[in-house]
Nanobody, 114 residues
């Protein structure tokens, strides 16, 4: 079974930056992305990138977050700048391929607070 292993979460002050990484244990996914879930809210898409580097961002993070991937390393990154308290959530890595279905990481906590 494929595992997605995330790293890079933590506590940061408003206006600060964090970089999340997610590595797939084997294989490659057509689409890789990041979702987040804040307490009491539904999980929402933050950003996604296809194997051909087509990118989609949630409106709330456009201009602040950048998603990228390294297909040779089966890894996706999320660079988060100008973080706001409302970005506080558990961030989940996701991988999808039509032949393999969905895979999820275990989640990493991002807390933006002074």
């Amino acid at each position: 079974q494929v595992q997605l292993v995330e790293s890079g979460g933590g506590l940061v002050q408003p206006g600060g930056s964090l970089r999340l990484s997610c590595a797939a244990s084997r294989g490659i996914f057509n689409v890789m992305g990041w979702y987040r879930q804040a307490p009491g809210k539904e999980r929402e898409l933050v950003a996604a990138i296809t194997i051909g580097s087509n990118i989609n961002y949630a409106d709330s993070v456009k201009g602040r977050f950048t998603i990228s991937r390294d297909n040779a390393k089966n890894t996706v990154y999320l660079q988060m700048n100008s973080l706001k308290p409302e970005d506080t959530a558990v961030y989940y890595c996701n991988g999808f391929s039509p032949s393999r279905g969905n895979a999820w990481g275990q989640g990493t906590q991002v807390t933006v607070s002074s």
